[in-house]
């Protein structure tokens, strides 16, 4: 009897462990939680993505000052030399490098744009 009765409990546990374990993995495969368990991929690799940006970064920066050093670009300037003329990298040049504007054209355009018109519209 006490025989019976242990395969008995034994056999039930296993249906419900089995039963629990069938009934998790289909709530793991229905749509919302596929697109759930993508949707925390994503940003668990956004985030491994910007610590590695922040890493390069700082690795940039640090080398930089590293040949920085090594050229001597941040040593002080001999006050025999000249001053640095400061040249923006990029965007319209100062306006004293800007050309003159011609007679006749409308004062409204910039003179910069007077000589270099870019249009985006055009046809290439």
């Given at each position: 009897?006490?025989?019976?009765?242990?395969?008995?409990?034994?056999?039930?546990?296993?249906?419900v462990w089995a039963t629990t374990?069938?009934?998790?993995?289909?709530?793991?495969?229905?749509?919302?939680?596929?697109?759930?368990?993508?949707?925390?991929?994503?940003?668990?690799?956004?985030?491994?993505?910007?610590?590695?940006?922040?890493?390069?970064?700082?690795?940039?920066?640090?080398r930089e000052e590293e040949l920085?050093?090594?050229?001597?670009?941040?040593?002080?300037?001999?006050?025999?030399?000249?001053?640095?003329?400061?040249?923006?990298?990029?965007g319209r040049p100062p306006a004293?490098?800007?050309?003159?504007?011609?007679?006749?054209?409308?004062?409204?355009?910039?003179?910069?744009?007077?000589?270099?018109?870019?249009?985006?519209?055009?046809?290439?």
């Amino acid at each position: 009897m006490f025989r019976r009765t242990f395969w008995f409990a034994a056999g039930a546990a296993a249906g419900v462990w089995a039963t629990t374990k069938v009934n998790r993995k289909i709530q793991q495969l229905t749509p919302e939680s596929i697109a759930a368990q993508a949707a925390n991929k994503a940003i668990e690799t956004g985030h491994r993505l910007k610590d590695f940006a922040l890493d390069v970064r700082a690795g940039m920066i640090q080398r930089e000052e590293e040949l920085g050093e090594a050229l001597g670009v941040h040593a002080p300037v001999d006050p025999e030399l000249p001053a640095q003329r400061a040249r923006p990298a990029i965007g319209r040049p100062p306006a004293a490098d800007l050309p003159e504007q011609h007679p006749g054209r409308s004062s409204a355009r910039h003179p910069y744009h007077a000589h270099h018109s870019h249009n985006r519209n055009e046809d290439h």
